[in-house]
């Protein structure tokens, strides 16, 4: 303890200070400053510092008082008596002292589980899971329940891949162009837990009817500078990310950059389709092979400044730039064609195909809380831009000698940019009772330029080819306006209800530089949502959900570029495409036995209008593209277990199964499609502590056959081991670990029968490796309060499109 000394006697009766950090030698805010009687040790009174470090604690009876002060992150300080005779007394500057022992306890031991659930959503907490360490948020979505990634990674939750991502809660120009571009750009160390929101509220956008991902990154919670270093070098890839932060006062600066390559990637493509015609019956036979390499280079850089501008005022700026650089080559693609068993044609040619972007998303939030608890305002504005470059080159060649005899280009340069404003209020009415509601505009402008060109011999000296549907640009604009109430309460105890509505009014205009005008209605919808849970007195919850929902195609699905690297398997958008509209219902019960976590949830969901891919023929070539056909149902189950067998294994594992229904419901028997069946993914961890700075992990995962409307794609799976090492206090870290070590590459077969269609084809992908890591971190140890939460952009209002594998 510290005596009282050298007390200054002022007009008034109590006692002030100012809290002082003893190494930086800054205020410390919302210290807790309590003030006990000397003799009972009874609390008198208190109450918190203020942003320059300073308190009052006035109206104290004459006395002898005992004041301690404590703030998380520091060692407690306490003054002994103190003697209040009718005065003010003057306190001056009191150091508080970092403690190291709590701060280790707090960067360390505060480990929570690896999957937790909430009342409207599954969190899944990836800080926890080393094994997703080196690689990027693809990676990390293999390993969170509900989720389903596919080979050239496309991302589902629960079989639907109309859903939308979400970053730090705000949308992104890359993810509504390209989901699995998206993810790429995001380092796995950068992330803190991923969301899935599979009963929304109104608050969010009434788009995504699959649900909702929010990745949530790592935010800098120290004083002072600090900076974080990750990288990871293998066999089929490598990448090094920095990220840097200082906060001084009421400023808090971030800095950060990622890069990451991948090579040695190669692959084979075979495939084989058989179309009979339809007025003669004769079949029409096709067989391809080819050699792909792949290789990527990615990179993402953020900057952002928060500013706190008093207790109740805040304001926040950050900006996003990213970078795509994804080439491949198909060589030696082989085409032979049959009539009827009989050989008509061969070549073969050599493809180059590039899918090259660039983004940037800048986002400015102003928020106002009051001084009653849960009572908030808020402004945001977000500018997002992403630019696409999808372009081909087909090399026809001589098979005697391989030399090239003509060749046919494709250049397709796309822009989507969005302009977002939005504004939230929310009020507590009463007790356990909370009011929401605000209003969002969401400005999209889409264009598409696309052109063909072809060159007649080997020179290849392209000339333009003069054709409306191979080379025009296509304009897009679409304006989305809503409006939310939202009201949560707590009807009887443990129970808590949240109900709510949202209006979406949408109006769009569409037209082509050159050729046939597209006309797209406006039309509004209304989407209500509710959320009932009620929690157990032993800790275990029961939930149910139901949602509206809408779905936009992006333009993934609209694009009309026609995209023909394989003449004999074309794709191209569809610019009429209308929104698909979806009810969710969901019941889910979770409860802890002992120190192990137990979540069982059913679903069911039904889809109207469903956007589907649909492939019609035309002579020898298979024509892929979208349309609005028929429903699409699917009723089914999720399971997750967290288990804690010994205080250093743990176990977490879950599955998810659903039965799918397909149906185009289309009038002519001969395009008449259906299909169904059973899916399932499986997921396991496990963790072991070997001691107290090595530790191992190991994973896996599963994806059964996929039920596509004209046949199915098959089934896959990923596994992966783990070494790691602490050093310097555990501030850094070196690791080694090797992906699917037993299995040379993966056959992933789609098979297509539908009417006069029947295709198969098979993709392989070499993809063992390993790899290793190394993370340290750089900086301050002081822990900063926990800040105000952050509010965020949500756009969630879009279909989007799948990675083409571009056979």
């Known amino acids: 303890m510290v005596k009282a000394a050298n007390l200054i006697t002022d007009a008034g009766t109590g006692i002030t200070g100012t809290v002082i950090d003893s190494v930086s030698q800054k205020p410390v805010d919302y210290a807790t400053v309590s003030v006990f009687d000397q003799a009972s040790n009874k609390v008198v009174n208190g109450t918190i510092t203020a942003t320059d470090g300073k308190f009052t604690i006035d109206k104290l009876p004459a006395g002898t008082y005992r004041l301690r002060i404590n703030f998380l992150g520091y060692a407690n300080k306490t003054i002994a008596n103190i003697k209040v005779d009718g005065g003010m007394l003057k306190l001056g500057r009191i150091l508080l002292s970092p403690d190291s022992k709590l701060l280790k306890e707090v960067q360390v031991t505060g480990k929570k589980a690896l999957i937790e659930e909430k009342i409207d959503r599954t969190v899944y907490n990836a800080e926890n899971d080393l094994t997703a360490r080196g690689g990027d948020a693809t990676d990390v979505m293999k390993r969170v329940p509900m989720v389903s990634v596919d080979l050239d990674g496309n991302v589902s939750v629960r079989g639907s891949s ?110 084989s389709q058989t179309i009979t015609s339809l007025t003669s019956g004769d079949a029409l036979l096709t067989t391809q092979s080819a050699n792909t390499h792949n290789k990527f280079l990615f990179a993402r850089y953020n900057a952002g400044v928060d500013y706190d501008i008093n207790e109740h005022n805040s304001l926040s700026l950050g900006v996003v730039f990213g970078a795509n650089n994804h080439p491949t080559v198909q060589d030696n693609f082989l085409t032979n064609s049959y009539l009827n068993d009989v050989l008509t044609g061969s070549s073969l040619q050599k493809n180059n195909i590039t899918n090259n972007s660039t983004s940037v998303d800048a986002t400015l939030t ?16 977000e500018y997002s831009q992403n630019n696409r470059h999808n372009n081909f080159e087909s090399i026809f060649l001589d098979q005697s000698d391989g030399s090239s005899i003509g060749g046919l280009k494709n250049n397709n340069n796309s822009v989507n940019k969005e302009l977002t404003l939005e504004a939230d209020y929310q009020t507590p009415l009463a007790k356990n009772q909370l009011l929401e509601f605000g209003a969002k505009d969401i400005i999209r402008t889409v264009t598409s330029d696309y052109t063909y060109l072809s060159a007649a011999d080997g020179s290849l000296n392209y000339q333009p080819v003069s054709s409306a549907s191979l080379s025009n640009a296509f304009n897009y604009k ?61 800790g275990d919850m029961i939930k149910l959900g139901y949602n509206r929902r809408i779905q936009r195609p992006s333009i993934e699905f609209l694009n009309p570029n026609i995209q023909a690297s394989n003449p004999l398997n074309i794709t191209s958008g569809n610019p009429g495409l209308q929104p698909e509209f979806t009810n969710n219902f969901e019941l889910a019960y979770s409860t802890n036995i002992k120190s192990n976590h137990f979540n069982i949830s059913a679903f069911m969901r039904n889809t109207n209008d469903a956007i589907q891919t649909i492939r019609t023929s035309s002579g020898d070539t298979i024509k892929t593209s979208y349309q609005n056909l028929g429903k699409q149902n699917a009723y089914g189950m999720s399971l997750s277990a967290n288990l804690t067998l010994t205080s250093k294994l743990s176990l977490n594992g879950g599955l998810d199964m659903y ?38 992990q190991a994973f896996a995962f599963h994806r059964s056959r996929q039920i596509q409307l004209q046949g199915y794609q098959g089934s896959f799976g990923v596994y992966n081991l783990s070494f790691n090492r602490k050093f310097a206090n555990k501030k850094g870290s070196i690791g080694i670990g090797a992906d699917n070590f037993l299995t040379n590459g993966f056959r992933i077969p789609t098979v297509v029968n539908s009417g006069n269609i029947n295709q198969n084809a098979v993709n392989i992908m070499h993809n063992r490796s390993i790899e290793v890591t190394f993370t340290y971190k750089f900086g301050g140890m002081s822990v900063q309060k926990p800040k105000k939460p952050k509010k965020t952009i949500n756009n969630d209002d879009l279909k989007e499109g799948s990675s083409n594998n571009n056979n």
């Open 366 to 381: 102003y928020t106002l809380t009051g001084k009653k608890p849960e009572r908030e305002f808020s402004f945001l504005t």
């Open 162 to 271: 109309n859903i939308k991502v979400l970053i730090n809660g705000k949308p992104s120009a890359m993810a509504s162009a390209s989901i699995s571009d998206a993810l790429k750009q995001i380092p796995a160390d950068l992330i803190k837990s991923v969301e899935v929101i599979t009963s929304p509220s109104a608050k969010y956008d009434a788009e995504g009817s699959g649900g909702i991902i929010n990745i949530i990154l790592k935010q800098n919670t120290l004083q002072g500078l600090t900076l974080n270093l990750n990288s990871a070098a293998g066999t089929r890839g490598a990448d090094l990310g920095l990220n840097g932060g200082y906060k001084t006062g009421k400023l808090t600066f971030s800095l950060g950059g990622f890069g990451r390559t991948g090579y040695n990637i190669p692959g084979e493509f075979n495939n």
């Open 659 to 696: 039965y799918l229904d397909l149906d185009n419901q289309d009038p002519d028997p001969l395009f008449r499609a259906s299909n169904h069946g059973w899916v399932a993914n499986y997921r396991i961890f496990g963790s072991y502590d070997l001691s107290d700075k090595y530790s191992v």
């Open 478 to 538: 679409q304006n989305v306006a809503s409006g939310y109430l939202s009201f949560t309460f707590n009807p009887f105890k443990n129970y808590t209800i949240k109900a709510g509505t949202r209006y979406e009014y949408t109006s769009i205009s569409a037209d082509f530089l050159s050729g046939q005008a597209v006309t797209i209605p406006n039309y509004g919808i209304l989407v209500p949502s509710l959320n009932i849970s009620k929690k157990f007195d032993n």
